[in-house]
């Protein structure tokens, strides 16, 4: 390339786009309230469907 003048070693650090907020990876489980559509973490080990929506108490599933 004829313009090898220092634009090279720059595209290292590119992981931006990925973390949108969090540094969680894609792993990630993703518990909703077929209710109200409020989405909580999943706490490994709990299954979705035992654990009740804050908001409106509804028993929550799985979102993914
Ligand atoms: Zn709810």
Not at 7 to 25: E, F
Not at 43 to 52: A, Y
């Amino acid at each position: 390339m004829p313009r090898g003048n220092g634009t090279g070693p720059r595209g290292q650090g590119g992981g931006r786009g990925q973390g949108k907020g969090r540094g969680l990876g894609g792993c990630q489980v993703i518990c909703i309230c077929p209710n109200c559509r409020k989405e909580i973490p999943h706490t490994p080990g709990i299954p979705c469907n035992s654990v009740s929506c804050p908001n409106c108490g509804t028993l929550m599933t799985r979102k993914n």
